[in-house]
């Protein structure tokens, strides 16, 4: 069982609903990702999403493009934050660390060199955005197993039937469904309608269901954490960093605010 399996199995013994906080590597500097990710572990994270940063992220709305070109102008490499991980399991080896990027830069490493890099480094769930679910052959999804790396999809209210069914197929420790139509950060949640999304893909799946996109306060998190297993929010952390630059006093105020935010969604999410 890999530590995002367990994770679940824990908070469904607890009766309680995942936080998922995302953040992106090296924003607003390298310097800061892994004590902040100790950091959200400490305000509730039952997992944490680190972005790998990319130059053409088709996913991501302006908070977290923005977000990745302040890695990238701070020199925030692939390897680099993959690293960043390792730094993180030295002191705490149960918190599941799941990256999101996208296959650019996974092709240009290796796609075989990428997976041992996270496996030495104690990756436990990729994402990658681009990477279509039906082009995952039964080899990649062996090597994922063998390194105990969840392979974690997205699904869209736009997604058609037949990539709905390789999702299900093909992904592992939780299904990632996107609350909206658009990009991250959207805000037009529709929860009634997000619920009954959520409903129709647990009739066919046993893996957990957490959304993300369009999430962005205790309120929407707490209606949201009543059907889904998992609350996934990245724009509305990530978006503290935005006009920091290398002041450490606006970066710690970033910080702050990042935790007072995390402090609101997880006694919204256990209020639920």
Do not use: W
């Not at 309680?16 to 100790?38: E, Q, R, S």
């Not at 503290?240 to 970033?254: N, P, S």
Request: charged content about 25%.
């Amino acid at each position: 069982m890999t530590r995002i399996q367990e994770t679940f199995a824990t908070l469904k013994q607890q009766n309680k609903k995942a936080l998922i906080p995302y953040i992106m590597a090296g924003d607003p500097n390298p310097a800061i990702t892994v004590d902040l990710m100790h950091d959200l572990v400490a305000h509730g994270a039952d997992i944490i999403e680190i972005g790998l940063p990319f130059s053409d992220p088709m996913a991501d709305g302006s908070v977290i493009s923005l977000a990745g070109e302040r890695a990238l102008t701070n020199g925030t490499s692939t390897r680099q934050a993959v690293q960043m991980v390792g730094q993180f399991r030295k002191t705490n080896t149960t918190t599941p660390v799941l990256l999101m990027g996208y296959l650019n830069p996974v092709e240009i490493i290796g796609y075989d060199d990428f997976l041992n890099l996270c496996e030495a480094n104690g990756v436990d769930g990729l994402l990658l955005v681009d990477l279509p679910p039906n082009e995952t052959d039964e080899s990649v999804s062996a090597k994922l197993a063998d390194k105990e790396i969840n392979q974690i999809f997205l699904l869209a209210p736009t997604t058609q039937s037949e990539r709905r069914k390789a999702v299900l197929k093909h992904g592992s420790g939780f299904i990632y469904y996107v609350s909206v139509k658009g990009v991250t950060g959207s805000k037009a949640l529709d929860t009634d309608e997000v619920a009954r999304q959520v409903q129709a893909i647990k009739a066919d799946t046993d893996l957990p269901i957490c959304v993300g996109f369009g999430i962005r306060d205790g309120e929407s998190a707490k209606a949201v954490a009543k059907f889904a297993d998992g609350v996934i929010v990245g724009s509305e952390l990530v978006r503290h960093f935005a006009d920091v630059g290398d002041d450490l006093a606006k970066i710690e105020q970033a910080k702050a605010n990042i935790l007072a935010k995390m402090d609101e969604l997880r006694a919204a999410i256990d209020e639920r």
